[in-house]
């Protein structure tokens, strides 16, 4: 065997080492969401804040049967508000927890569930979010049904760190997983009926920071990040 086989060789049997060690001593077992208790997610829901009440008339488009057969799979509380301010602008806030953050776990993404249900989607857009105390990282989708335009404004919380891509996401997980922690984590997403984009992301985004100030303090990291 020549020099660099044996190193390939020798390279590959400690990678098989260090992921047989892994598979059988790193893998965690603990449960975040055990350890830390969350409250239902109607408590960080406020019926009113600032200018902003829950319209009990209104409600967020409908999910096609297998759609919603899936998100209540993945998902083990899913909660969603549309609200109205004294303008009459609604805005619509879906937030979807899941206890286990694991490989198991499949985050269902707006621009895939807007495209299941017949909606035109646009690439999802890097954006940020100033929040105020902290800035957070955020995704920004355009979507279209006919007439109906619909900018859509999201974000991935892990434990409490905000995740911006599928990379970060696994990262997170794993940092988790060496402490022995099963992640749990959870999606946000705010959305609005305007044709001007723009417009419609910095209303959105001024919404949530409204939010956030009536977020109970002890749940804001869940939400937000820390």
């Not at 390939?8 to 969401?33: E, N």
């Not at 109607?42 to 759609?67: C, I, K, Q, Y």
């Not at 621009?111 to 995704?139: N, W």
Request: include cysteine; hydrophobic fraction near 45%.
């Amino acid at each position: 065997m020549s020099t660099r086989g044996m190193f390939v060789a020798v390279v590959a049997a400690l990678l098989m080492a260090v992921c047989s060690w892994f598979g059988a001593y790193a893998q965690p077992h603990t449960r975040m969401a055990d350890l830390h208790p969350r409250s239902p997610l109607a408590e960080v829901l406020p019926p009113t804040f600032g200018d902003w009440r829950v319209d009990e008339t209104a409600s967020n488009v409908e999910l096609p049967p297998d759609v919603a057969a899936q998100v209540k799979a993945i998902y083990t509380e899913v909660a969603d508000r549309v609200y109205v301010n004294s303008q009459g602008e609604h805005i619509m806030l879906t937030i979807a927890y899941g206890r286990d953050q694991s490989d198991g776990f499949k985050v269902h993404r707006p621009e895939v569930c807007y495209a299941a249900q017949g909606f035109t989607v646009s690439s999802p857009r890097d954006a940020m979010l100033s929040l105020g105390a902290h800035d957070i990282e955020v995704k920004h989708v355009d979507t279209f049904l006919g007439a109906r335009k619909e900018p859509v404004t999201y974000w991935m919380v892990i434990g409490d760190h905000v995740v911006s891509t599928a990379t970060r996401h696994k990262l997170q997980q794993i940092r988790y997983a060496l402490d022995g922690l099963i992640a749990d984590g959870l999606l946000v997403r705010v959305s609005s009926l305007s044709p001007d984009t723009e417009a419609a992301y910095a209303a959105q985004a001024a919404f949530v920071r409204e939010w956030r100030m009536h977020v109970p303090q002890s749940q804001r990291s869940r939400l937000f990040g820390q």
